[in-house]
T-cell receptor
Framework: QKEVEQDPGPLSVPEGAIVSLNCTYSNSAFQYFMWYRQYSRKGPELLMYTYSSGNKEDGRFTAQVDKSSKYISLFIRDSQPSDSATYLCASPSTGRRALTFGSGTRLQVQP | DGGITQSPKYLFRKEGQNVTLSCEQNLNHDAMYWYRQDPGQGLRLIYYSQIVNDFQKGDIAEGYSVSREKKESFPLTVTSAQKNPTAFYLC?????????????FGPGTRLTVT
């Protein structure tokens, strides 16, 4: 079982929709989670990070962690065509100071 | 501007040739990383270095080599022993202080081997 799993999509939504992107993780020791956004043929950029359970909001983006179900989510409100990208969730790897990434979900926001 | 630079952006090589990918950072970060990304897949860790003159293998180190002679630089060599080298290669760095895990990425190098 992969340590971090993510539905690859693609996910296509109309402009203005609320988007929900999700990951599951297997290691209950994970406490720190990150979301990266990657535009086509570019390096990933850090979008949000969150520590332990609960929500963290930043503008149109909300990151949510549910440790009881080992589920992390990223919500995008009022989605825009510029949000079209691949979204990667990540968590610190077990036993080393590196990150384990999900496979990424490709999002397409239609104008 | 602080950041991570990778060069070149596109690289083409013939099978059997070694090739070195450059990664430089001016963020004063201690740790640096190399990842490989294949279409439809996430990032897989090749090598990482927490400090100058020290580095560790990641999950897919076979066929790759690295050096860390300077804090700012972490070049990756893709050797002829790497069976499927065509991929998008990403370099990242992280500050070594505190409990921060956030990594910051360069723009990537797309390597094509024919």
């Amino acid at each position: 079982q992969k340590e971090v799993e993510q539905d690859p999509g693609p996910l296509s939504v109309p402009e203005g929709a609320i988007v929900s992107l999700n990951c599951t993780y297997s290691n209950s020791a994970f406490q720190y989670f990150m979301w990266y956004r990657q535009y086509s043929r570019k390096g990933p950029e850090l979008l949000m990070y969150t520590y332990s359970s609960g929500n963290k909001e930043d503008g149109r983006f909300t990151a949510q962690v549910d440790k009881s179900s080992k589920y992390i989510s990223l919500f995008i409100r009022d989605s825009q065509p510029s949000d079209s990208a691949t979204y990667l969730c990540a968590s610190p790897s077990t036993g080393r100071r590196a990150l384990t990434f999900g496979s990424g979900t490709r999002l397409q926001v239609q104008p | 501007d602080g950041g991570i630079t990778q060069s070149p952006k596109y690289l083409f090589r013939k099978e059997g040739q070694n090739v070195t990918l450059s990664c430089e950072q001016n963020l004063n970060h201690d740790a640096m990383y190399w990842y490989r990304q294949d279409p439809g897949q996430g990032l897989r860790l090749i090598y990482y270095s927490q400090i100058v003159n020290d580095f560790q293998k990641g999950d897919i180190a076979e066929g790759y080599s690295v050096s860390r002679e300077k804090k700012e630089s972490f070049p990756l060599t893709v050797t002829s022993a790497q069976k499927n080298p065509t991929a998008f290669y990403l370099c990242a760095s992280r500050t070594g202080t505190g409990a921060s895990y956030e990594q910051y990425f360069g723009p990537g190098t797309r390597l094509t081997v024919t």
